[in-house]
């Protein structure tokens, strides 16, 4: 069955200290993967996504995500954390159908 | 200028009434979808819409049914509501029916059945 697995409930960072959010997937086929942020009573925001190529990408925000195909991960990163960073984070990988599957998000906290 | 808006933001009824909640997206899109974000903040797919057709049902009770009257509108209408439904409804939408492209999201109707 495809999933993605958000392992970490909540992240705590101190402000201006480096940040990660992990996420590790399985799907069927090449693997498509997307971070979504969301802020309080707000919709979901896309940040970046990996479709094929350097496997490092850049997103909106300052935010940058690996793709790892040997560990099937995709983990979130940011060099200094923001206290405006604080907010839901959300990983979601498609593969060889047309459904994406969302992981169950992380509260990532960022205190000053 | 909003992207993907949905109506109304808030939604409070009592158990038993039929409500709909709208969705519309000026992005030219051509799949629109529905979730359903529980109080755990659990985001679940309920159905997706490309060119006003069904693609993706899930689980989902069929007191709940969509309706696509062209591909910049998609409408949800829930019969019978119970306590369980209440959650946040997210409409969102996608330049195409392929997973490789990101989905843009309205702002979310909270529905409370009380």
């Known amino acids: 069955a495809q999933s993605v697995a958000q392992p970490e409930d909540q992240v705590n960072v101190a402000e201006g200290n480096p940040l990660t959010v992990k996420c590790t997937y399985s799907v069927s086929g090449n693997p498509y993967l997307f971070w979504y942020v969301q802020y309080p009573n707000r919709g979901l925001q896309f940040l970046l996504k990996?479709?094929?190529?350097d496997n490092l990408v850049k997103g909106s925000y300052g935010f940058e995500a690996e793709f790892n195909k040997s560990q099937t991960s995709f983990h979130l990163k940011k060099p200094s954390a923001l206290v405006s960073d604080s907010a839901l984070y959300f990983c979601?990988?498609?593969?060889?159908?047309?459904?994406?599957?969302w992981g169950a998000g992380t509260k990532l906290i960022i205190k000053p | 200028d909003t992207a993907v808006s949905q109506t109304p933001k808030y939604l409070v009824t009592q158990m038993g009434n039929d409500k709909s909640i709208k969705c519309e997206q000026n992005l030219g899109h051509d799949t629109m979808y529905w979730y359903k974000q529980d109080s755990k903040k659990f985001l679940k797919i309920m159905f997706s819409y490309n060119n006003k057709e069904l693609i993706i049902n899930e689980t989902v009770p069929n007191r709940f049914s969509p309706k696509s009257p062209d591909k910049a509108h998609l409408n949800l209408h829930i019969n019978s509501l119970e306590l369980g439904d209440s959650a946040v409804y997210f409409c969102a939408s996608s330049q195409l029916l392929s997973v490789r492209h990101e989905q843009f999201f309205g702002p979310g109707t909270r529905l409370t059945v009380l």
């Open positions: 990996y479709i094929t190529g």
């Open positions: 979601a990988a498609g593969g060889s159908n047309y459904q994406l599957i």
